[in-house]
């Protein structure tokens, strides 16, 4: 049923404007309104003059300059100003990107996003609408970086930093950019959301210098994506890397041991390395390796109960005294690498055999941390069965996998939701990986160090405890 709007009375006449609203009108003399107008034009001029000060100061200067000294001057001044940046830039290009080129980019682009902000808020559903009122969030500051934007965000009162986190792909389609990935801010009502602009990854990343005492809490292994480099906590965890043939599973063993290469030589960190694929991937770096098995099964199996002897002696020491062991040359940290777990855990035939492994891996893996012990394990079908220990690996790398339900398997529950792809790394870009690092819900895309046959090669003969004499260990 249909109501009419207002009461109809057959025959009736409706008048054409029953209400009839008049604005008063105050006369004021035209000089009061030309003095105001230009009162206001005055004062956003200064405003302006003020808000962008980066850039009119300069301008300021330069025209003072030519009024004053005259064109060859200012040409002279702005010739030297772009040779000194120039020299700057090719002499010392870090604290040229940091302190120069950056931060004048990082005002462009706030710029810029001031621009789009409105309607960029309003197309991605964060301008909240209370009451007749429509209030967005507060776009603070931009900071530039190698290929990204990290944008301070004020957020409104009831919003959340998930509600931008849903609405990342809409503001990575509005801005131009490639991802938009969202991270609390350092006051409980911002956010940063960092604009990923080129691709960090998209080239080889080299070995890195090798730390002459290892930081064990801080390990650098590769580069993010924001441009960063990547390091790693070795205390207190367990890794576990997946990945299908080829996604360079390799490269995170490599960085690894890189990483910890100057401990090696120290006598501070023992690698035992297994490498059930025959020794093909792990035999090349032989003089790093305290202890090394990659035929013999039943030496596998002894070598892992000598770990767990070795780490429940620890135990009895320390218990009571600390709860973090410090490596030292006669106690030092012990890495066990493994390029193949399923091999050990899942594709041996010898029943016996499996069981004393499976159980020696399941203590080290559950109580070895805590006293220096840790497991680096390599896997490349994360399917349930193969992976029994998966909860016991505190620190997961999910490398290129087959299949888009792996993910979850590899990382936590809902990862690939929250944007770990690794079905879609492409096999271009081996090394490439996601990874949840410190506790931060949201995968980071990372890549690992690539270090060729012949960097294996000069680092176990710099690095290794045993020489290389006539190609055999020594
Ligand atoms: N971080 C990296 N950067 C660039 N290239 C890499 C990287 N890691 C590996 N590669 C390239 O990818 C190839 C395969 O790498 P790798 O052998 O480490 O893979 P994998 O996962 O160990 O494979 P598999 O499961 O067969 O042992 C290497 O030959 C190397 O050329």
Known sequence: MTVPFINVIR????????????????????????????????????????????????????????????????ATVVVAVALVATVWALSHRPSWLRLGWWPVKARIRLWQYRRVWHPAMATARLAV???THTVLPILKKVRCGAGIDEVTVRIVSGQTPDDFALASERLAHTFGVRQVKVTPGRRPDTITLTLLRGDPLATLVEPLPVPFVPDFTALPLGRREDGRPLTLRLFGTQILVAGATDAGKGSVIWS?????????????VEVWAFDPKG???????????????????????????????????????????TRQHIPTV??????????????????????????RIKNALGVLLSQGRAVGVHVLACLQDPRKEVLPFRNLFP??????????????????????????????????????????LDGDPTPMRVRFSYLSDADIRAMATEYGRLRLTEGSAA
């Not at 202890?291 to 135990?315: G, H």
């Open 11 to 74: 025959g009736q006449e409706i008048p054409e404007a029953p209400l009839n609203v008049r604005t008063p009108v105050v006369r004021i003399p035209i000089w009061m309104a030309v003095a105001w107008w230009c009162l206001r034009g005055l004062g956003r001029l200064v405003r302006g003059y003020i808000r962008h000060w980066w850039l009119t100061l300069p301008l300021t200067g330069l025209g003072w300059l030519y009024l004053e000294h005259g064109a060859f001057t200012l």
């Open 129 to 131: 609408t209370w009451d």
């Open 256 to 268: 690894t041991v890189r990483a910890v290469a100057g401990g090696i030589r120290a006598g501070l």
């Open 279 to 321: 020794g093909m991937e792990l035999a090349i770096g032989r003089p790093l390796f305290a202890r090394f098995a990659c035929d013999d099964y039943t030496a596998m199996a002894d070598m892992l109960e000598e770990a767990v002897a070795t780490m429940r002696r620890r135990t009895g020491r320390l218990r009571g005294l």
């Open 330 to 355: 006669d106690e030092p940290l012990i890495l066990i690498i493994v390029d193949e777990l399923a091999a050990l855990t899942a594709y041996l035939t010898d029943r016996q055999l499996k069981e």
């Open 395 to 436: 620190t997961r790398i999910a490398l290129r996998l087959a299949e888009d339900k792996e993910v979850d398997l590899v990382l936590n529950d809902g990862s690939r939701d929250r944007g770990a792809l690794c079905d879609q790394i492409p096999k271009s870009l081996p090394g490439v990986a996601y990874l949840l």
